[in-house]
T-cell receptor, first 111, second 116 residues
Framework: DAKTTQPPSMDCAEGRAANLPCNHS???????VYWYRQIHSQGPQYIIH???NNETNEMASLIITEDRKSSTLILPHATLRDTAVYYC????????????FGSGTRLLVRP | GAVVSQHPSWVICKSGTSVKIECRSL??????MFWYRQFPKQSLMLMAT?????????EQGVEKDKFLINHASLTLSTLTVTSAHPEDSSFYIC????????????FGPGTRLTVT
């Protein structure tokens, strides 16, 4: 079973920041938080991951609370192409560790 | 980023026949590949994990004799759906990672299977 809880859907206006929350209250000390997204009828795309520090890359920022029980994915300037299902996944880092997908958040970016 | 391809992108077959789906890592060697299945409006469900040169590990509830997985080389894994039935119609997606030091899996574009 997935170890994360996400709202089923969200929307935001184009050009504004999209903040997607995720709860992972049972996360273990060696588990990372990963974010993937899936645009309709395509394979998932890796976005970002982190352990306990906040992370930023060219796609997004990841904010993890100090107790690591929740996190927020931030898309700073959402575009219409960011409309997708966003999955928050906790996973032990390293090779060969499987990803267990939950139901995700369906983000709709409005023009 | 690393590229994973799947072939075919879509396939229609008749009930009772077998269908093979290929997953290739194009610019890296994939020590581990994963196969997922996704029904309409649902999330991805992991079917099995395969390591090059060894037998696949199937998730609970996935019939290994029906979904044959072969990971014969570091760049190719195949999923064969044997004796397909209409309920096997789904979106099949593979992913791959390159071993120690790799942080993320890279996903293929998926294969849509329709069994008539």
């Amino acid at each position: 079973d997935a170890k994360t809880t996400q709202p089923p859907s969200m929307d935001c206006a184009e050009g504004r920041a999209a903040n997607l929350p995720c709860n992972h209250s049972t996360i273990s000390g060696n588990e990372y938080v990963y974010w993937y997204r899936q645009i309709h009828s395509q394979g998932p795309q890796y976005i970002i991951h982190g352990l306990k520090n906040n992370e930023t890359n060219e796609m997004a920022s990841l904010i993890i609370t100090e107790d690591r029980k929740s996190s927020t994915l931030i898309l700073p300037h959402a575009t219409l192409r960011d409309t997708a299902v966003y999955y928050c996944i906790v996973r032990v880092d390293g090779s060969s560790y499987k990803l267990i997908f939950g139901s995700g958040t369906r983000l709709l970016v409005r023009p | 980023g690393a590229v994973v391809s799947q072939h075919p992108s879509w396939v229609i077959c008749k009930s009772g026949t077998s269908v093979k789906i290929e997953c290739r890592s194009l610019d890296f060697q994939a020590t581990t590949m994963f196969w997922y299945r996704q029904f309409p409006k649902q999330s991805l469900m992991l079917m099995a994990t395969s390591n090059e040169g060894s037998k696949a590990t199937y998730e609970q509830g996935v019939e290994k004799d029906k979904f044959l997985i072969n990971h014969a080389s570091l760049t190719l894994s195949t999923l064969t759906v044997t004796s397909a039935h209409p309920e096997d119609s789904s979106f099949y997606i593979c992913s791959a990672e390159g071993g120690r030091g790799w942080d993320e899996q890279y996903f293929g574009p998926g294969t849509r299977l329709t069994v008539t």
